[in-house]
């Protein structure tokens, strides 16, 4: 016989149907804060704050006017209120034994004032920890949020019912902070930066809502160690922007990130140093479509350790003028570099150089080119030209495992292709219409290294047009050299070393 026992279990209760139910318009979403008491609609002009009593830290916070602070429990009943001048912060601790965990702040302005600035202030004794857990903007007349709720260790969201373009200065609002979403605003005409709006934050989704900015120049440190955020799709409008130095660096969770911008932006210096560096887990990465080639680059360790990264893709016309090192570099696993623009390159080291360890088959280029291909990897096994034209580049491949390069049309003034051992035995450019460079013993206008025989040597030989001063040449990395009929080359005054 057995003997069961029989434990009384109190059933859970049941969500209010009539509240959280999809027919009435509820859509749960875990990555969006849901707060614990109904947040009370905004005034005209407020800033509405979800704050809890469980902590025993107080409210402390600064704004730029005439502010008035009301309280109200978690009922929306009338608990106090509070005027504050110019530039005087606000400190609150609600009741002491009120039963009462969570309960609402509205700020307002006070006649002829208008909400200008707004942040919590860093306490005396607590700093920034105040157990605030979101806000509702409806602020017309704000100018900035600046360090509004950095480092504040409750807070979880934050909504904009309002326009804010007056607002010139976002950068880090959310740093450090338990935000897991946020949404812009259609437009916000004034913000000109928004540097490490989210740096360090639990942030993993953003609605960019197709924002335009136009006078927005600086992202740099955007998403610096934003740890939880898995994919970035940015698509704005911001024809002023230009920096994004490690714009989403050591996002360890970051797997896909693509950035549309429309128009193309046209302006300034693009520094994308460091931007991706550390991200081990992102897989694609399609980069702004900018639209004169005129902007010069820098991008040093753009994707430096993005070890699992198969695919990069600019958009867009690259002009790589700065000094740039090492822009793909340790990246084992990049299978195709494209660029599908015009791309000018005569930094100290170039956009296509994929750097050390790298085992990238493919670098497709879609449009034009003009500069240098320069050491574009150990791995490339494959440059693909989509489209013809007729400007002079300078191709620079050294790779240990290219397979051909056939472009009987493509105009060069420096060529060096291929090492020792490499298979590559096919190589065509348009040798009449090239113009070379000179050289020099140790940095030749032709470099060549590969399988070619003797017979397909000499019929490159052959196709060499006549240099208009001594040339310095060397193919003696491939097979067929010593075999190879030199004479024909130094007939059209090419050095051989």
């Not at 397979?403 to 105009?411: A, C, G, T």
Request: proline content about 7%.
């Amino acid at each position: 016989m057995s003997i069961r026992q029989y434990v009384q279990v109190k059933a859970l209760a049941l969500p209010d149907p009539a509240v959280y139910c999809p027919a009435n318009g509820y859509d749960y979403n875990p990555i969006i804060y849901t707060p614990p008491i109904p947040m009370m609609t905004p005034p005209a002009e407020s800033i509405v704050l979800l704050c809890s009593n469980l902590s025993s830290n107080s409210i402390y916070i600064s704004g730029s006017a005439l502010l008035t602070y009301t309280v109200y429990n978690s009922v929306g009943t009338f608990v106090y209120t509070e005027n504050k001048a110019a530039n005087y912060p606000f400190q609150y601790s609600y009741p002491t034994g009120a039963s009462v965990p969570y309960y609402t702040i509205i700020v307002t302005p006070q006649v002829g004032s208008h909400i200008l600035t707004f942040g919590i202030g860093s306490h005396p004794s607590f700093g920034k920890n105040q157990p605030i857990y979101k806000a509702i903007y409806n602020t017309p007349y704000l100018t900035s949020m600046q360090g509004a709720f950095s480092t504040c260790p409750y807070f979880k969201a934050c909504d904009i019912i309002s326009t804010l373009d007056n607002v010139t200065d976002m950068s880090s609002c959310f740093n450090g902070t338990p935000i897991t979403y946020f949404k812009f605003p259609s437009h916000m005409n004034a913000l000109t930066t928004m540097q490490y709006l989210f740096q360090s934050s639990n942030i993993i989704s953003i609605d960019f809502n197709n924002c335009s900015f136009p006078l927005l120049t600086i992202m740099s440190y955007m998403f610096n160690l934003a740890s939880y955020v898995k994919s970035l799709m940015i698509t704005i409008s911001a024809p002023k922007v230009y920096g994004f130095v490690s714009f989403a660096t050591s996002c360890i969770a970051l797997t896909y990130c693509n950035m549309d911008f429309a128009p193309a932006p046209t302006t300034g210096t693009v520094a994308f140093d460091n931007a991706f560096n550390g991200d081990k887990k992102l897989e694609t990465l399609i980069l702004p479509n900018f639209a004169a080639s005129a902007i010069p680059f820098v991008f040093s360790y753009l994707v430096n350790g993005c070890t699992a990264l198969k695919a990069i893709n600019y958009r867009g016309n690259i002009n790589c003028t700065g000094t740039s090192y090492m822009p793909i570099y340790l990246c084992p696993n990049l299978e195709t570099i494209t660029v599908e623009g015009d791309a000018v390159v005569t930094g100290a080291a170039a956009i296509l150089d994929s750097g050390q360890y790298s085992t990238t088959p493919y670098i497709v280029i879609k449009k034009g080119f003009t500069g240098t291909i320069n050491n574009a990897g150990l791995g490339i096994k494959t440059i693909t030209f989509l489209q013809t034209f007729t400007t002079l580049v300078q191709v620079v491949c050294t790779s240990k495992a290219i397979l051909e390069f056939n472009y009987p049309w493509l105009r060069v003034t420096k060529l060096w292709i291929g090492q020792a051992g490499a298979p590559i035995h096919v190589l065509a450019v348009d040798w009449v219409n090239s113009v070379f460079v000179t050289g020099t013993s140790s940095s030749p206008a032709i470099y060549v290294g590969g399988a070619f025989s003797a017979a397909e040597l000499n019929a490159i030989y052959t196709a060499l047009p006549i240099a208009a001063a001594p040339t310095y040449i060397t193919f003696s990395p491939c097979v067929g050299y010593a075999a190879s009929t030199k004479t024909i080359a130094t007939a059209k005054n090419y050095l051989f070393i």
